[in-house]
C-alpha cells in the first residue's frame, strides 16, 4: 500500500526537512496521544500535542507539549506576554487552524500563530507531531519544527 501524504508531509518534502511518518489504525475518533504513541511504537516522551490556546488580548497561540504532560496555563502565558491565555473550544479548531480535534499539527496551519515548545523537546533528538489527519504522525527533529513555525522553547507544563 502506498504512503499517504498529507499536507503537513507535502510542506516537510518541499521545505526539504527530513521526516519519518508513522500510520496508526483507529476508529472514527482520535484516540489519545499516549495511546497513539503505543500504536507507532514510540516513546510517549518523544510524542507531542499540539494545542491552541486564545490569550486576553485575543491573540491565538499554539502549544506543543509531549502528550502525558499538561499545559500550565500561567506559564504558557507568561511565556508569549499575555495576561492569560484558555484553551479554545474545539469547535473553533477548524475555523482557525484547518485541522480537526486529534490531527492538529503545528506545522501547515491556515495561518502562522505564535508557537511555543515545550522546552523538553531541546533534549530529544527528535520529536513526533500530528501530521495533520488523524491516524498520521510525523517524525523529525525538533530544530526543524522550531523553524519552520518559527518557534520557541519555554517551560510549559505543570510540575508533577
Excluded: W
Excluded at 27 to 45: H, K, Y
Excluded at 59 to 66: K, L, M, Q, S
Excluded at 90 to 111: A, D, F, H, I, Q
Excluded at 129 to 145: R, W
Aim: glycine content about 10%; charged content about 20%.
Amino acid at each position: 500500500m502506498a504512503e499517504q501524504k498529507t499536507n503537513v508531509m507535502r510542506l516537510l518534502m518541499q521545505k526539504k526537512i527530513k521526516y519519518v511518518a508513522h500510520e496508526y489504525q483507529h476508529g472514527s475518533v482520535a484516540v489519545d496521544g499516549i495511546t497513539a504513541a503505543a500504536l507507532i511504537g514510540v516513546p510517549a516522551e518523544k510524542v507531542f500535542k499540539t494545542l491552541v490556546t486564545r490569550g486576553a488580548s485575543k491573540g491565538i497561540y499554539i502549544f506543543v507539549v509531549p502528550v502525558a504532560a499538561e499545559l500550565d496555563l500561567k506559564k504558557a502565558a507568561k511565556s508569549v506576554g499575555e495576561k492569560s491565555v484558555a484553551m479554545i473550544h474545539v469547535n473553533e479548531l477548524l475555523g482557525l487552524t484547518g485541522y480537526v480535534r486529534g490531527g492538529c499539527s503545528p506545522v501547515g496551519m491556515k495561518k502562522q500563530y505564535p508557537t511555543i515548545f515545550h522546552s523538553g523537546a531541546e533534549q530529544l533528538d527528535t520529536i513526533v507531531v500530528s501530521a495533520g489527519k488523524i491516524g498520521y504522525q510525523v517524525e523529525l527533529a525538533p530544530e526543524d519544527l522550531l523553524t519552520l513555525t518559527r518557534g520557541k522553547y519555554a517551560d510549559v507544563i505543570t510540575e508533577d
